[in-house]
């Protein structure tokens, strides 16, 4: 072979080579960020490989190209290999529904509407609609989860799988509410469609919401990986922490950044009272917050979700059980940013009574206490008791099994007292109520009057009372004192005036320091002063002088 002939076939060589590396390298760019990778495990081969997961057996060559693959008999364990996702074999898959609360109902094509029932398996076509104070949860073969929020309405577009690969392809159409969604296997896809946008996804976590009141509206936000969101007028991708709105004819809005989690203030673990309130810092720029509460587990929906205006929650409505509570914030644009979670025990029931007597914080005067308490719903049996000390850790009372919502006790010491009331349910005990304090006061006792008198004043002694006691005084001129000609309010233990010349009665009683007023003294007559017997004799001697 001459050197021109030997020019000419290398170069045809090298064009030949160089048509071969551009071809691969547009086979490359074309399955770019469409692909799947498979690692070869013990025993593998990509013959076997191609007939297990690709559409027609004769696309191992492309496979051995694709790859730049040089000894395909001689593929260690662990070597991956690129496969394009429209080479595999599609299958249709199935959805299975995970967890139901609340009404939600199924409507195939060409059948009745039916009430959804936890384990039932979706297909194609399938359309659910979410009533109000419901969700659902579903899971996809590729082990993506989607929450579905009351008042939401879906249709399952496309359910397919790529043969046994793990890999999904996924279109679920939202005609109104909310989509919560964990794509969790890489390289899958899975589309949501709304009246205004469509989001695709290939291993993230996003929130997908079209409110019923503004149909022509969607939000999406992005809690983690990348999001790709078209709308009529242009496209936007989404990373992690970011949110956009997407109006019916427009272009997604410019990335906002989701707001922080809010700081909650975490409640005890084990919480014994009703009603549960939850706190946490203020967001600024936050517009709302919303509250979801649900069992933990991951298969559990929520159980409550509720969006309030400040920064705490209250609630008497969760039954007792083991809770995840998570707290978002909404901007004025209507995202939702990112979350905090907690989690505690509701160990609230049966309840306990509510006190009512003796009146909290009161001052009672008796000899015998009357203690007395509603009925709360679920009650078998009560368990009182009773203490000087705030902190119970001296009884004087405790009393378990009481059938009745009433209780005497007599002979208690003057004082501060403490009393609280529990209910049993079932042999079960509930938390305490709230602790009840009143103070015991003696009553104040009638003093014994001791009455000094001369010709021309009367005093009153009797016994000095405590700090703070006053004595009220009462003269009459009938034992009934109907006519009083005294009543005065003294601060000592005595008093004078001059002697009434006409019959008086009298009586003493005690104030206490707030107003209480005791028992009145026995009632007492003071008669006036006798006249000289000689004063008698005057008008007589008078008269026996004139006669004479």
């Known amino acids: 072979m001459n050197g021109s002939s030997r020019g000419f076939s290398q170069t045809l060589l090298m064009m030949l080579v160089l048509a071969l590396l551009v071809a691969m390298q547009h086979l490359s760019a074309a399955e770019k ?3 799947w990778l498979y690692s070869f495990q013990p025993g593998d081969n990509i013959w076997d490989l191609t007939e297990r997961f690709l559409v027609d057996q004769s696309y191992w060559n492309k496979l051995v190209r694709l790859n730049n693959v040089r000894r395909p008999r001689q593929m260690p364990p662990g070597s991956q290999l690129r496969i394009p996702l429209r080479w595999l074999k599609v299958e249709p898959a199935r959805v299975l529904v995970v967890n139901v609360r609340g009404s939600v109902v199924l409507q195939r094509p060409g059948e009745a509407e039916q009430h959804l029932k936890s384990q039932t398996r979706l297909s194609r076509g399938d359309r659910l609609k979410v009533g109000n104070d419901a969700s ?18 879906v ?9 046994d690969t793990g890999i999904g392809d996924t279109t679920i159409k939202v005609l109104k509410g909310e989509s919560e969604n964990k794509v969790p296997t890489r390289g899958t896809r899975f589309e949501i469609r709304t009246p205004t946008a469509n989001t695709a996804v290939r291993g993230t976590s996003f929130r997908v919401k079209v409110p019923e009141a503004e149909i022509a509206t969607s939000r999406v936000e992005v809690v983690a990986g990348m999001v790709n969101v078209t709308g009529d007028a242009g496209a936007l991708v989404l990373a992690g922490g970011y949110g956009t709105v997407v109006d019916k004819g427009k272009a997604p809005m410019p990335a906002v950044r989701l707001l922080p989690a809010p700081k909650v203030i975490a409640p005890s673990a084990v919480m014994r009272q009703l009603p549960f309130e939850l706190r946490w810092e203020k967001v600024p720029g936050a517009k709302a917050y919303r509250v979801l509460a649900s069992e933990p587990g991951e298969n559990n929906v929520p159980v409550l979700d509720v969006h309030v205006n400040h920064h705490r929650f209250i609630t008497s409505s969760l039954p007792d059980g083991e809770y995840r509570i998570r707290v978002r914030a909404v901007d004025a644009a209507g995202l939702e940013g990112e979350e905090s979670e907690v989690r505690f025990v509701l160990d609230a029931r049966p309840l306990p009574p509510v006190a009512v007597a003796p009146p909290a914080e009161g001052k009672i005067r008796t000899l015998a206490v009357q203690f007395e308490w509603a009925t709360p ?13 705030r902190h119970f850790q001296a009884l004087l009372v405790d009393k378990e099994g009481l059938s009745k919502t009433r209780l005497e006790i007599d002979s208690l010491e003057p004082g501060a007292w403490y009393w609280r009331v529990a209910s049993s349910f079932e042999g079960e005990q509930g938390p305490w109520g709230p602790v009840q304090e009143f103070v015991l006061k003696p009553v104040p006792v009638a003093p014994d009057v001791i009455v000094l008198a001369d010709e021309k004043q009367l005093q009153l002694h009797w016994q000095p009372g405590r700090p703070g006691q006053t004595f009220r005084l009462q003269i009459a001129e009938d034992k009934g004192f109907r006519n009083i000609l005294a009543d005065e309010v003294l601060d000592e233990s005595r008093w004078s005036a001059p002697r009434y010349t006409s019959p008086i009665h009298f009586r003493v009683q005690v104030i206490d320091d707030d107003g209480y007023a005791g028992a009145w003294s026995p009632a007492q007559t003071v008669f006036p002063q006798p006249e000289p017997w000689y004063l008698f004799g005057i008008p007589a001697i008078a008269i026996i002088l004139l006669a004479l």
């Open 155 to 163: 249709e399952l577009v496309r359910i397919n799988r790529f043969s």
């Open 377 to 389: 719903p679920q009650v078998s049996a009560y368990h009182f008791q009773l203490s000087p000390d």
């Open 136 to 153: 659902v949860l579903l899971e996809f073969s590729d082990r993506t989860r989607q929450l579905l929020s009351s008042n939401t309405e």
């Open 33 to 35: 960020g469409e692909e």
